[in-house]
């Protein structure tokens, strides 16, 4: 069972804009900044946002994140369908000191 | 750019000892920016932090799994490994090894190992 929550499925059709939720605790989330990765079918994740609203390089200004108290959003403007993914939230967390993951919300483009 | 790829046994049977490398290249293992770490998704799962290991040898691992997992570091063959042991059906999973950045997040991965446990 993950430590932080996440709908298992999201969809869309090509343009629209989709949000992805993740939700946490005080330990996590709350205290600490929010990641997101994408998984490609067959691939490793990769980093999508890193400390709260941050985009690595080469990851389009479609993605954008925001954060409010235990929880966190991913939207995606514009979908594509090469944005068919899992999509993971991910934080530090104060009691696991480490890394925790979302369940992952599996996004399809219709 | 860098590369990491990870080794591993593929099959085994419970009650034995998990062990996997990961080879690193395009870089020095040798930097306070990051550490090197283990994370884990079973089939059709979510992602699990196993451990992480700095360039010393200095180690953090999840507290689920701290009493079967061991991380170890050559930074002159430019590979860090894993061991866990007494595995079970439950450990059957897709090892990714991975860069973690001191801004706590992984930004580059292996492609995965996958290790199944069965009898």
């Known amino acids: 069972q993950s430590v932080l929550t996440q709908p298992p499925s999201a969809s869309g059709t090509p343009g629209q804009r989709v949000v992805i939720s993740c939700s946490g605790s005080n330990s996590n989330i709350g205290s600490n900044f929010i990641f997101w990765y994408q998984q490609l079918p067959g691939a490793a994740p990769k980093p999508l946002i890193q400390m709260n609203n941050r985009r690595p390089s080469g990851v389009p200004d479609r993605f954008s994140a925001s954060k409010s108290g235990t929880s966190t959003s991913l939207a995606i403007d514009g979908l594509r369908s090469e944005d068919e993914a899992d999509y993971y939230c991910a934080s530090w967390d104060d009691r696991v000191k480490g890394p925790v993951f979302g369940a992952g919300t599996k996004l399809t483009v219709l | 750019q860098w590369l990491l790829q990870e080794s591993g046994p593929g099959l085994m049977k419970p009650s034995e000892t998990l062990s996997l490398t990961c080879s690193v290249s395009?870089?020095?293992?040798?930097?306070?920016?990051?550490?090197w770490g283990w994370v884990r998704q079973p089939p059709g799962k979510s992602l699990e932090w196993i451990a992480s290991?700095?360039?010393?040898?200095?180690?953090f691992y999840n507290p689920s799994l701290r009493n079967r997992v061991t991380l170890s570091i050559e930074t002159s063959r430019k590979q860090f490994s894993l061991r866990l042991g007494s595995v079970t059906a439950a450990d059957t999973a897709l090892y990714f090894c991975?860069?973690?950045?001191?801004?706590?997040?992984?930004?580059?991965w292996g492609q995965g190992s996958l290790v199944t446990i069965s009898s």
């Open positions: 991975a860069r973690y950045h001191v801004d706590f997040f992984f930004d580059y």
């Open positions: 290991i700095t360039y010393s040898g200095t180690t």
């Open positions: 395009g870089g020095s293992l040798r930097s306070d920016s990051y550490y």
